[in-house]
C-alpha cells in the first residue's frame, strides 16, 4: 500500500533534520594522537593558537561547549573553579564553541562575547565557525573534554567527572587526570563517555 503524501513529507522532514544534525565524519581523537592545531577568533578579538597554549603548559584543557546547552552552563562555574584552582600551575584551559548559528542562533559569536563578558571567564572562548576544529578531534557534545601533555599528545578524553549536580559527583575524571599530567604519572582513567547536548551541525556535514 503507498504511504500517504503527509506521511512522506513527515519521514523527508525527519530524515533531513538528522543529516542536518549528523555528527562529525570522524571518530574521537585517540589517546596518544597529536592534537590538531588551530588559530580560532576568541570573545576578545584576537586569534588564539593551540600551540601557544601548549608550549606554556603540562596539561592544556580542550572543552567544546556552547551558550544555549545546559550542561555546558551547568558546567560554567566548574571549569571557572578549576581554572582558578591551578592558576599557579602550568594548566591552560580553552573553551570552543562550534555550534552552527543556523541550527542554534543563541550561539552565534556576539552571544559569545555577551556570555563570556556576563560570567567573567578567566580562559579564552573561541569560535569554530566552521566546525573544522570539532571535527578535527572528533567532538560530539558540549561538554566534551581533550586533555593534552606538554607535547600537544592526547592524554584523556570525554567528560568533566561524572554528575553535572555537585553534591553528586562521585568520580573527578579531569582533576584526576590534570593531577597525574603534573605529577609526572599515568593518567588513571584515559577516556570517559561525554555527556550533553549534541553539537550542532552545520547542513556541510551532510557530504563531509
Request: proline share 5%; charged share 25%; net charge neutral.
Amino acid at each position: 500500500m503507498r504511504a500517504a503524501p503527509s506521511f512522506i513529507a513527515l519521514v523527508t522532514v525527519i530524515v533531513t533534520a538528522s543529516a542536518c544534525l549528523a555528527g562529525p565524519k570522524d571518530a574521537e581523537l585517540e589517546i596518544g594522537a597529536k592534537g590538531p592545531g588551530f588559530k580560532l577568533k576568541g570573545t576578545d578579538g584576537d586569534k588564539h593558537a593551540l600551540a601557544d597554549f601548549v608550549k606554556e603548559s603540562k596539561a592544556t584543557v580542550v572543552v567544546f561547549t556552547c551558550n544555549s546547552c545546559p550542561y555546558s552552563k551547568a558546567y560554567e562555574p566548574v571549569l571557572i573553579e578549576l581554572a582558578e584552582k591551578y592558576t599557579d600551575d602550568p594548566v591552560s584551559f580553552v573553551l570552543i564553541n562550534s555550534n552552527a548559528v543556523e541550527v542554534q542562533p543563541k550561539d552565534s559569536y556576539d552571544l559569545m562575547v555577551k556570555r563570556a563578558q556576563e560570567k567573567q571567564f578567566p580562559f579564552p572562548y573561541l569560535y569554530d565557525e566552521t566546525q573544522e576544529v570539532a571535527n578535527a578531534y572528533g567532538a560530539q557534545r558540549t561538554p566534551h573534554v581533550f586533555l593534552l601533555d606538554s607535547k600537544g599528545v592526547l592524554q584523556y578524553r570525554g567528560r568533566i567527572d561524572d554528575n553535572a549536580k555537585r553534591d553528586q559527583v562521585k568520580q573527578y575524571d579531569l582533576i584526576n587526570a590534570v593531577d597525574a599530567l603534573l605529577t609526572g604519572e599515568e593518567v588513571p582513567v584515559a577516556t570517559t563517555k561525554a555527556f550533553g547536548c549534541t553539537i550542532k551541525w552545520s547542513k556541510w556535514k551532510k557530504t563531509s
